[in-house]
């Protein structure tokens, strides 16, 4: 059942994978040939029949893996992050389904990948649960709360989308340099996962002794943990590493490995995001700004909205109610205020006040756009800034 599981694993990838080319050919041909992004041609038509394909594949990828398991597999980051690709590709699947927007998916299938390949970096083997996980609540919790991630994301594309349709990216204003810091984020995620497929597929490992702990780094240290002598771990290039240590106030047991692919990620970032811009010869958001030019910005005002509707009350339930029922049971207490826990109260403020805003302060258009697009950053955080800074009773995760 593994061994299945990871060919329709595999096969996901491909069939995203080759969705966003699709769909980005689709819109960027379309831009060639003096059509729009809202009308569908043969790219965006098939990149649509690849994304159901991979939905699909997904669905065989997961249950194969729960039979193998014994439980719904979302126990770790490798499932929950899996689970939430799955979640995005299938709100897209369902929401562009009614819509009709085939520029949306030049937007919504390359994240869907992203998170997938990121889900790809974490190990995928299945260990039996731990006593904190044995419980029916897992399945209903965690499916839930990423259920309503997923389709906030979908507010995220229309939002961008109908920023990039009302704003003058070619002029400098601010914002079109946060929409650029926008795809720069996109950017580093990306860079983070090719630099850490790299060095896993490699097979790269060192590890770092301290009185106390073990450190196993999976990426070159350039920062190593406090008290370490610096250049005593390994050599990277010739460099000897590391060549500075993780600062205190980091908490937990990995907080310099975690500190170590931050700095990786931030500099893997600056490169990627480099190379692009110097082949654009332009910012970024100018290039992309393109794909969607002659869409209806009413049309995604109200698609971002509506992902809003539908996935605010999805969330709620899932990342608030079940999880404080099982909170309750599981520890005693429906609330411990743990850095999981907050971010997902912080997260749920931040789209009720969108919602507060809009149905009664009358907030619409380019300020509730640029909160649905802000709200994908603050997902993000709760999803894997909290894993990477924050050591919390969710480490287990």
Do not use: C
């Amino acid at each position: 059942m593994m061994t299945a599981s990871s060919i329709f694993f595999g096969s996901t990838l491909a069939a995203y994978f080759i969705s966003a080319i699709l769909y980005v050919v689709g819109v960027t041909g379309s831009k060639m040939r003096g059509t729009t992004a809202g009308k569908a041609n043969v790219w965006t038509k098939w990149g649509y029949i690849l994304a159901v394909a991979g939905v699909l594949l997904q669905i065989s990828a997961m249950i194969t893996r729960g039979v193998s398991a014994g439980f719904t597999p979302v126990s770790n980051m490798f499932e929950y992050m899996s689970f939430w690709a799955f979640t995005i590709m299938l709100a897209f699947v369902v929401i562009n389904f009614f819509y009709k927007v085939p520029g949306l998916g030049a937007f919504v299938v390359p994240v869907g990948l992203t998170i997938l390949a990121y889900a790809s970096v974490f190990p995928r083997e299945v260990k039996p649960l731990i006593p904190a996980l044995q419980s029916y609540w897992l399945s209903i919790h965690v499916t839930t709360a990423a259920l309503g991630e997923g389709i906030l994301t979908i507010s995220f594309a229309a939002g961008l989308m109908y920023l990039l349709v009302v704003t003058d990216v070619t002029k400098a204003s601010r914002a079109a340099k946060f929409l650029e810091f926008v795809v720069y984020l996109f950017f580093a995620l990306v860079s983070f996962i090719a630099i850490s497929l790299s060095f896993r597929i490699g097979g790269y490992e060192v590890i770092a002794q301290t009185a106390e702990h073990a450190f196993l780094y999976k990426m070159p240290p350039f920062a190593g943990p406090p008290g370490t002598e610096l250049g005593s771990l390994t050599t990277f290039l010739g460099i000897a590493l590391p060549l500075f240590n993780a600062p205190s106030w980091m908490e937990g047991a990995n907080a310099s490995v975690q500190f170590n692919t931050i700095l990786w990620t931030i500099a893997g970032s600056l490169v990627l995001y480099g190379l692009l811009r110097l082949i654009a010869r332009k910012p970024l958001v100018v290039t992309i700004s393109r794909w969607v030019r002659g869409l209806d910005a009413d049309m995604l005002d109200e698609l971002s909205y509506r992902a809003v509707a539908i996935g605010y009350p999805v969330f709620t339930l899932g990342a608030l109610v079940f999880a404080m029922i099982w909170a309750q049971e599981a520890w005693g207490s429906y609330w411990s205020w743990d850095p999981k826990e907050t971010w997902a109260l912080i997260t749920w403020l931040y789209y009720t006040a969108y919602l507060h805003l809009r149905l009664r302060q009358g907030w619409e258009s380019t300020r509730t756009a640029w909160m649905a697009v802000a709200g994908f950053v603050v997902i993000l955080f709760l999803l894997v800034g909290v894993n990477l800074l924050i050591q919390g009773m969710h480490a287990y995760a």
